[in-house]
């Protein structure tokens, strides 16, 4: 009886093993259909993911070529390019309601942060996400058979490193001047609400992100670039100032601090 049992038990056990291992292969199509499908609706540019690697026994991704385009109005083709976005889910949240990402690790984003108008483009982005989310209103939950829609998700760890912020302005003539983007480290996205819908959980990160790209050691260092290059209010034409109006007020009414 005591074999028959094991023998049994051996059986639900490969059952399990099978079925996870279904789902992580599966995970790689899922994650780019995602990406390509609802990264356009949140952020109103056009987002491209050109592939995704699955580790099957670990459940890690690899996601390759992360591509943010601009909003309208704007003439840089892009608002930021990632060679290799890790991520590590827990492959046992996968069935359930809520999945787990232990950690996504953005390495070496190339971001080209271009003002135009008294506004930019990551602000731009950021105001089209904040009204995706729909002021903060709960997400609609939709039926578990369709691809991970409606699921909450809660992540444990999200990491940007080697990061590098261009800035691009009418005025520089086709040039760009950079700076290093701080690293960024967010811990437990939606876990104190029990999960977080895709598009809130991008709005955190997104908010972040925008908040290092303004920050005082990106702008000192952005500032010092401009003025390396003689742009200042009495290097500047009045043909030059009506296209830019007040941007140049010093250089740093550049970023509005």
Do not use: C
Request: glycine letters at 12%; aromatic letters at 6%; charged letters at 25%.
């Amino acid at each position: 009886m005591k074999k028959w049992i094991l023998i049994g038990s051996g059986a639900v056990v490969v059952i399990i093993i099978v079925l996870l291992v279904v789902g992580v292969s599966n995970l790689g199509p899922i994650i780019k259909n995602a990406v390509n499908t609802h990264g356009p609706k949140m952020t109103k540019t056009e987002v491209r993911l050109g592939d995704v690697g699955i580790s099957i026994f670990s459940a890690e991704a690899k996601l390759k070529d992360f591509y943010l385009g601009n909003p309208r109005g704007f003439k840089s083709p892009q608002a930021m390019n990632v060679g290799a976005i890790y991520v590590d889910v827990d492959e046992k949240s996968l069935t359930g309601d809520t999945i787990i990402i232990d950690k996504i690790e953005v390495v070496a984003p190339e971001i080209t942060y271009e003002k135009i108008r008294g506004t930019d483009n990551f602000k731009t982005i950021l105001n089209n996400v904040k009204r995706s989310v729909g002021a903060d209103k709960p997400a609609k939950k939709e039926p578990s058979g369709k691809e991970g829609e409606g699921r909450k998700i809660i992540i444990r760890n999200f990491i940007v490193r080697d990061g590098k912020v261009n800035l691009v302005m009418a005025m520089l003539g086709g040039k760009s001047i950079s700076a290093s983007l701080p690293d960024i480290h967010l811990k437990d996205i939606g876990k104190k609400k029990g999960g977080a819908s895709p598009a809130e959980a991008f709005k955190e990160i997104f908010a972040e992100l925008y908040a290092k790209i303004n920050s005082p050691v990106v702008n000192d260092t952005l500032n010092k670039g401009l003025k390396a290059l003689g742009i200042g209010v009495k290097e500047v034409g009045e043909g030059a100032k009506k296209g830019i109006e007040a941007v140049t007020d010093k250089v740093k009414g550049l970023f509005g601090k």
